[in-house]
């Protein structure tokens, strides 16, 4: 049995959907992510493009893209932020706060060097990505 987990932008136009189980869960602390969702850090779930299905307001997603590798969607209603995709590592970000009833189990953190909130929860600490996705794979203590 596929698990599905159901979400809605911030006024509920645009409904979202994803079936699985993600590919990873932790936080981001790029300057680029912090902005983007105003606050100290994000939390994403990262999924195969393929387990993620918008099942309405398909019409009201909009996208910008900042950064490279990063195509940010939102509602163009409310402004609600739903997701990112990043077509260079096949995967697309579901904001973790986006799906409530996935239980958010962080295995990680990237772009540590660029935090501004220090979280000492025990998860490795990359100083930007893993090598496996194109960084350094360095990690950083807490």
Same mark, same amino acid.
């Given at each position: ?9 911030f006024?509920? +136009?645009?409904?979202?959907?994803? +079936? ?11 300057? +680029? ?9 994000n939390a #994403? +779930? ?16 909009g996208? #910008? !893209?900042?950064?490279p590798? !990063?195509?940010?969607?939102f ?19 579901? #904001?973790?706060?986006?799906?409530p009833?996935l ?15 220090p979280?000492?929860?025990g ?5 930007? #990505?893993?090598?496996e996705?194109?960084? !350094?794979?360095?990690?950083v203590?807490?």
């Amino acid at each position: 049995m596929t698990t599905t987990h159901k979400g809605t932008c911030f006024c509920g +136009s645009v409904e979202i959907e994803v +079936s699985g189980t993600p590919e990873g869960m932790g936080y981001c602390h790029c300057a +680029s992510c912090r902005a983007w969702s105003a606050g100290p850090v994000n939390a #994403f +779930s990262l999924w195969k493009p393929g387990s993620v299905r918008i099942t309405n307001g398909q019409d009201l997603l909009g996208e #910008f !893209s900042g950064v490279p590798n !990063s195509v940010r969607q939102f509602c163009k209603k409310c402004g609600g932020h739903i997701m990112t995709d990043h077509p260079e590592w096949g995967v697309t970000d579901v #904001f973790a706060a986006v799906l409530p009833s996935l239980a958010f189990v962080p295995g990680v953190h990237v772009n540590y060097a660029e935090a501004v909130l220090p979280m000492r929860d025990g998860l490795p600490k990359f100083k930007d #990505f893993p090598a496996e996705i194109g960084g !350094s794979g360095e990690q950083v203590t807490e």
